[in-house]
């Protein structure tokens, strides 16, 4: 199995060597040559399977030869051994006919959990097969530094250092960062929003000489290896209300559309899928871009399910890729023309798009009032993410079964949680410990080459 850039001008990788570069020479993100399928047999016989073993049998023909059969499996074992469910992603019903795929239940309480997890124990085996270090560097609005920390904390050949946009991230999230006090963590807080994080961290990744110099590694949802993780749900719930021998639509909080390409990704496998369902905050660019084929930058306004503040939502970039045909010139283009603020998306290209998915959006009122009426209708409390899902999820029902994903844990934004039901959601046990803790942190200025000093000096004096 071969790895393409969406930009059409990096060489061909492994499995691994993709997992290990992150994002592309060309500016470009890694997808697979072919996207392998299943048949109907292959996903009839995930049902009643453990979550490890579905994971085993969807995820093994984009890893190629990269890992025997028995250390993948060891792979898969250990990254989801640490998870608080016995089924790992939860089914519960909401509604009839609406049911809430629960992703929080890994040990930093988001979804992220999945991939982190599964990447931490990849690089680890990967890394020591090559007798080789990396220094991995992550932009968050949020969850993903808490996960890749909590995936990569006290690892010998791993530095991990995550940019996370300074004062907008919640308490619990910051914690979850700053407290750990393993030597190859750094958590960097930022003077800017998570677009700048983002767009400082693709800086580093097209300064080569940086780049090579510390052996960047990234981790963010650019990383292949992460949308393959989480293709793995998409199955496992699927399966388990009747598919391939029932559709099913799925409802999907959507930032860096990193989760809803999983989603596509297990619809091109073959996976009976009626409909994807994009939804946005206010921060609604995707949403407006599916109505009106324009990909416009505006400036990002804070909400109360901050995972999902982004203007720049990067890996729509590979769902782009496959509906310009896979024309790598044909993206490189749109991303030259986004550094203008906008680009316009080909009416071929908008129809291929309006295909696979829908969207819909919810305002800071909507995700409120879900969050309260979801808790009255069904005693099930969300986080302000999974309200969104649901909110726009309702929009979205008819007769096949309705999945939204629920994306973290309520306790972790209980600001936004008590806002709006009046109640607020207690902190699992094993994270209450934590609160009393001592942060660690640096404050650091949006510009480039200090902190590509300040990375340098880290890794230097340990
Ligand atoms: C990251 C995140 C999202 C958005 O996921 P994408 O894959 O970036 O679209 C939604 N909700 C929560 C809680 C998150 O942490």
Redesign the pocket.
Known sequence: MKYISTRGNAPELSFTEAMLTGLARDGGLYVPKKIPTMTHDEIAGLAGLSYEEIAFRVMKPFIGDSFTDEEFQGIIGRAYAGFRHDARAPLVQLAPNHYLLEL?HGPTL???DFAMQLIGQLFQFELARRKERVTIVGAT????GSAAIEAFRGLKNVDVFILFPNGRVSDIQRKQMTTPDDANVHALALEGDFDDCQARLKDMFNDFEFRDGVKLAGVN?INWARVLA?VVYFFSSAVSLGAPHRKVSFT???????????GYIAKKMGLPIEKLVIATNQNDILHRTMQTGAYTKQGVTPSI?P??D?QV?S?FERALFDAYDRDGAAVAQLMDELKEGSFTISQGAMEALREQFVSGRATEAETKDTIKSEFAASGEVL?P??AVGVKVGHEYQSEVPMITLA??HPA?FPDAVEMAMGTRPALPAHMQDMMGQEERMCKVPNQLPLLQTIIKDRIASR
């Open positions: 929080f988001a979804f992220k609005s949020g969850d993903t949802s989480q999907v909080p959507t930032g860096n559309f990193g989760d809803i390409f999983a399910s995972s999902m982004i939502s890996n986080c993410h999974s994306t973290a972790k």
